[in-house]
């Protein structure tokens, strides 16, 4: 065979026309190549129909590249080592899909058994390939759906875990929340609420978002909140706590440019002081459904430097106030100002209509149909927390006196049943006070008087009152001789059983008879949900985009947890270290989330005197930007002098 593929015409040394027939018609590629370039001599005809007529070219020329030179190289070991080459899948790049062969590359020997060349061999895989691919690209989406769901399950745990374990009951408000954790585990994590009944009669609420995400943002949120918790506690000063959480931004970096609105209702209900620390403002509905969001008290995130100042707003009985984060305002595919606009509308159509079923209040309907229609109209991008109170009439206290009869228990249970079913106690608080309340009438009934007391003096009187602080506070009195436990078979059981269902039990016994009085702290449920946003429905923003021109930097898109890292490297680059002036636009950014405000405060802080390295905002009238910019006060221009911003 010569080096053009034709048989060289010598009778004992040829193959015959059905050795050549077979070569030139055998299904895969064939291929003989020789000599010291590797010379391809030969090709039959799949070779030819996938490569074209390369015969009489050395294989480096006809296979160029990153997809050539690999098997090139193996066929030159080949002809050096004498030992053949396998490959199980060679990738074949094509104009609109790739093929994939089984590769062997086979020493083609003299009869004295020197190598002169290789004999190359590929046998279409294209189609096991592929289903291979597909299944290992299943594969994978499981495994990383199964790692996301992992992840969300870390952080619902650790969220229920720092987050409060319910309400508190106090008089005089009713109050709900809901906490709906981000689908995109990246996105999740950093929220947090409480709310705290002073026993001075205030009331303490509280929403917060910390910078970032997943578990580090929702230890950093357990560490504030369990700060913010301990300090108001102490004297119930709001202030020194904010200024607590201050101290410690100051100390921890995951704690700076954290946000909170902060709300107090008074004892008598009428006012409400409250502070927006770089916060979504408040938003009050009054009861014929008419919404107003209370304008910023002027504090920025912590971190920030600025004062904490509590604004004052008048209440009225039935009016709802919202403390909510940014995700129920920043929902994908609208702005923030419509955002606004949707949840005012919203909160104000549900008031309105009132609808209060038997088993959910009016400000637990306004929790659940603000975050369910709200996340099922635009989606979702990041964890939703919401905590609503209402200004309702404080509940009468529960006044009974009975005959210490037998069937005096059966009336207690019934009328406590009702009464703490008005104050809003849930199932299981409920019973373990008539646990504990059956046993101190039980007690009374059967100890307290001997029996020749007239029915008149043998009496049982029960009072229940929700204290200020949270409590409810049940005490039983009779009019009859103490005994001391003890002193009769089986006496004394049942005090221990009703100290063992209460916070608190106290007795006191003297002439006029005996009062066993108990404190509960009963809570209301928070709702702490996962996201029900339809997968893909989180990505409504477009990532973020840079473009960098002489002293300005355009950004477009989401500057959020995702692009942080990129647009804090590029912001250093474009200020080569803080010694350049740089316009930031931020007409374009959809989306300007807490890691971005934290960046930006970074290097804002520090520009010098002489104004070098200093970073100007461009933020138009309207923009999200602008809206955000306004929340944390950061300073920023509408235009840029002598430019328009890009939109």
Not at 412 to 419: A, E, G, I, K, P
Request: proline letters at 6%; charged letters at 25%.
């Amino acid at each position: 065979m010569n080096h053009h593929g034709e048989v060289n015409n010598v009778a004992h040394e040829g193959p015959s026309e059905a050795a050549l027939a077979a070569f030139e018609h055998a299904p895969g590629l064939l291929a003989v190549a020789e000599g010291p370039d590797l010379v391809l001599t030969a090709m039959n005809a799949d070779s030819r129909a996938m490569f074209g007529d390369l015969r009489g070219r050395p294989a480096a020329e006809a296979f160029p590249g990153p997809a050539g030179a690999p098997i090139v190289a193996r066929a030159r070991e080949v002809v050096a080592s004498g030992v053949p080459f396998v490959a199980e899948e060679w990738r074949v790049p094509g104009s609109t899909t790739d093929a994939f062969y089984r590769c062997v590359l086979s020493p083609w020997r003299d009869e004295d058994g020197r190598v002169r060349g290789v004999i190359a061999q590929g046998d279409d895989r294209t189609e096991s390939a592929h289903r291979r691919a597909a299944s290992a690209a299943v594969a994978r989406t499981r495994e990383a759906r199964a790692r996301t769901d992992a992840t969300t399950e870390v952080l619902v745990t650790l969220q229920d875990a720092m987050l409060p374990d319910g309400l508190p009951i106090v008089p005089g408000l009713s109050l709900a929340a809901r906490y709906l954790l981000a689908e995109d585990g990246a996105s999740a994590g950093g929220d947090w609420f409480d709310v705290l009944a002073l026993p001075d009669g205030r009331t303490v609420m509280v929403v917060g978002d910390v910078v970032g995400h997943g578990v580090r943002a929702s230890v950093v949120m357990g560490e504030l909140r369990t700060l913010f918790e301990e300090r108001v506690r102490l004297d119930g000063d709001v202030v020194a706590a904010l200024e607590a959480l201050e101290r410690r931004a100051h100390r921890v970096a995951a704690a700076r440019s954290a946000t909170l609105a902060v709300a107090v209702v008074s004892a008598d209900r009428r006012t409400l002081h409250y502070c927006t620390a770089g916060h979504p403002p408040p938003l009050v509905s009054s009861a014929a459904g008419e919404t107003t969001y209370l304008p910023g008290s002027g504090a920025a995130p912590l971190g920030a430097g600025y004062p904490f100042v509590l604004q004052e707003h008048p209440l009225s009985e039935g009016d709802v106030v919202l403390l909510y984060s940014d995700g129920l305002v920043e929902r994908p595919g609208r702005s923030v100002s419509q955002n606004t606009l949707d949840l005012a509308h919203l909160v104000g159509r549900v008031v309105a209509a009132a609808p209060q079923a038997d088993d959910e209040s009016l400000v637990e309907c306004v929790a659940r149909r603000t975050v369910e229609d709200l996340t099922r109209a635009g989606g979702m991008e990041d964890d939703v927390t919401l905590l609503a109170a209402q200004v309702v009439a404080a509940p009468a206290p529960l006044e009974l006196v009975l005959p210490a009869l037998p069937d005096t228990l059966r009336v207690v249970r019934h009328d406590l049943s009702t009464w703490l079913d008005s104050v809003g106690v849930g199932r299981l608080d409920e019973l373990a006070l008539q646990h504990a309340v059956g046993e101190l009438v039980s007690n009374a009934v059967e100890h307290a008087y001997p029996p020749d007391v007239s029915r008149a003096e043998a009496v049982v009187a029960v009072r229940g009152d929700l204290l200020p602080g949270g409590a409810i506070e049940l005490s039983v009195r009779d009019h009859g001789r103490w005994r001391a436990p003890g002193a009769e078979r089986g006496r004394g059981r049942g005090l221990a059983m009703a100290r063992g269902f209460a916070d608190e039990l106290h007795v006191r016994h003297g002439e006029e008879g005996t009062r066993v009085w108990l404190r509960y702290w009963p809570s209301t449920e928070a709702g702490l949900l996962t996201s029900s946003a339809a997968p893909g429905r989180s990505q409504g923003h477009e990532p973020m985009v840079m473009e960098a021109d002489e002293g300005r930097l355009a950004l477009r898109g989401a500057v959020d947890q995702r692009s942080a890292d990129e647009f804090r490297r590029r912001l250093a680059h474009a200020t080569r270290g803080g010694t350049r002036e740089v316009w930031i636009d931020l007409s374009g950014v959809t989306l300007l989330a807490s890691a971005g405000v934290q960046t930006l405060f970074e290097v804002l802080e520090p520009a010098d005197d002489r104004g070098a390295g200093r970073v100007r905002l461009v933020a138009p009238m309207g923009s999200p930007a602008q809206h955000v910019l306004d929340l944390v006060r950061l300073p920023y221009v509408t235009e840029r002098a002598g430019d328009r911003p890009s939109s």
